[in-house]
């Protein structure tokens, strides 16, 4: 059975990144737990009940997020190595490693939604570190590709397109982690850096504080970063209209069948036997009726009334 809507992965990656930031930043506000427009994308999902929502989606664009990975990998195996006929280029070592890196960028979100700022802030600034670094490097990774390998899988426009994203992303990364480790933009006090009144809770400024600036060109850039990266992703939806996938198969073990035919066939002897006033060993059954299995070449395989039309011959690598 072929599924033809494989361009929805990477819209729903978006989708429920995006309802994430939506529903943690609204209901944030809405209940005075973070500033109103100079917030962190994480302080969404640092307090109970928004971090449960919060949490819950994020990790559901992570799932969908590595799935899209591995079928942009898959996309590059189809129509290189089998309509292009180039199974051996060096593309596809390239392809594989970026596709582990958007696994490791998914599992660096699903760290941000399992330990919010708040409980484990160690934790959470490492999946955020590994999930905007592992993104960021996937997504230049993929436009590389897509300029180097001929002929063109990807439109011409749709790369630039890409490689401007990528190029903000990246310079918003670089001023995000600029401002928030380094405070370039803090104002001195009497000419000494004031101590960050907040500590580990959700930062919240006056307008008149030292930290106001510094902190919201810090959060302005992580949410930059953050609308881009997933722009990005949103954006292999246009490739993988073309695709298809055939839902996987499931085989069943003959020695499986053959234990379960047995006991069905013992289960019917007893049950006959006791209908019939007829008191016997259950060990004389199951003996006898193991003979007759093991005694037979053939492994029983239900009847099948009507005919199955035979499936219509399609190209397995239509692009």
Same mark, same amino acid.
């Given at each position: #059975?072929? !599924?033809?809507? @494989?361009?929805?992965?990477?819209?729903?990656?978006?989708?429920?990144?995006?309802?994430? !930031?939506?529903?943690? $930043?609204?209901?944030?506000?809405?209940?005075? /737990?973070? /500033?109103?427009?100079? #917030?962190?994308?994480?302080?969404?999902?640092?307090?109970?009940?928004?971090?449960?929502? !919060?949490?819950?989606?994020?990790?559901?664009?992570? #799932?969908?997020?590595?799935?899209?990975?591995?079928?942009?990998?898959?996309?590059?195996?189809v $129509?290189?190595?089998?309509?292009?006929?180039?199974?051996?280029?060096?593309?596809?070592? @390239?392809?594989?490693?970026? #596709? $582990?890196?958007?696994?490791?960028?998914? !599992?660096?979100?699903?760290?941000?939604? %399992?330990?919010? *700022? +708040? =409980?484990?802030?160690?934790?959470?600034?490492?999946?955020a570190?590994i999930?905007f670094?592992?993104?960021?490097?996937?997504?230049?990774?993929q436009?590389?590709?897509?300029?180097?390998?001929?002929?063109?899988?990807?439109?011409?426009?749709?790369?630039?397109?890409?490689?401007?994203? @990528?190029?903000?992303?990246?310079?918003?990364?670089?001023?995000? &982690?600029?401002?928030?480790?380094?405070?370039?933009?803090?104002?001195?006090?009497?000419g000494?850096?004031?101590? /960050?009144?907040?500590?580990?809770?959700?930062?919240?400024?006056?307008?008149?504080?030292?930290f $106001?600036?510094?902190? &919201?060109?810090?959060?302005?850039? *992580?949410?930059?970063?953050?609308?881009?990266?997933? =722009? @990005?992703? +949103?954006?292999?939806?246009?490739?993988?209209?073309?695709?298809?996938?055939?839902?996987?198969?499931?085989?069943?073990?003959?020695?499986?069948?053959?234990?379960?035919?047995?006991?069905? *066939?013992?289960?019917?002897i007893?049950?006959? *036997?006791?209908?019939?006033?007829?008191?016997?060993?259950?060990?004389s059954?199951?003996?006898? %009726?193991?003979?007759?299995?093991?005694?037979?070449?053939?492994?029983?395989r239900?009847?099948?009334n009507?005919?199955?039309?035979?499936?219509?011959?399609?190209?397995?690598?239509?692009?």
């Open positions: #059975m072929a !599924f033809h809507s @494989v361009w929805i992965f990477p819209i729903l990656a978006t989708g429920f990144a995006l309802a994430a !930031f939506i529903c943690g $930043y609204t209901i944030a506000a809405g209940k005075n /737990d973070a /500033d109103a427009w100079f #917030m962190y994308i994480s302080d969404g999902g640092a307090k109970p009940p928004e971090s449960c929502i !919060f949490g819950q989606l994020l990790n559901l664009s992570a #799932m969908f997020l590595a799935i899209s990975s591995y079928l942009r990998h898959r996309q590059y195996v $129509y290189y190595g089998h309509y292009c006929k180039d199974k051996d280029g060096w593309w596809n070592a @390239v392809s594989l490693t970026l #596709m $582990y890196v958007g696994f490791i960028s998914a !599992f660096g979100m699903s760290i941000v939604a %399992n330990f919010n *700022e +708040l =409980a484990v802030p160690a934790v959470h600034l490492i999946g570190l999930a670094f592992g993104a960021t490097i996937y997504c230049w990774g436009v590389f590709l897509s300029y180097a390998l001929e002929p063109h899988m990807t439109p011409l426009w749709l790369n630039h397109i890409r490689t401007i994203l @990528v190029a903000f992303a990246t310079g918003a990364l670089v001023l995000h &982690l600029l401002c928030e480790f380094g405070k370039p933009f803090v104002k001195k006090v009497n000494v850096f004031p101590t /960050d009144p907040t500590g580990n809770n959700i930062k919240k400024y006056d307008p008149d504080s030292p $106001y600036t510094n902190h &919201l060109i810090t959060t302005c850039a *992580e949410w930059g970063l953050a609308l881009s990266l997933e =722009a @990005v992703v +949103l954006t292999f939806a246009w490739e993988l209209r073309q695709f298809y996938i055939h839902i996987p198969k499931m085989h069943l073990k003959p020695m499986f069948f053959v234990k379960s035919f047995a006991s069905s *066939e013992t289960r019917n007893i049950q006959s *036997e006791h209908e019939n006033g007829i008191e016997q060993h259950s060990n059954s199951v003996r006898d %009726n193991e003979t007759i299995i093991s005694g037979s070449s053939k492994i029983p239900p009847r099948i009507g005919k199955v039309a035979p499936a219509p011959k399609r190209n397995e690598y239509l692009y």
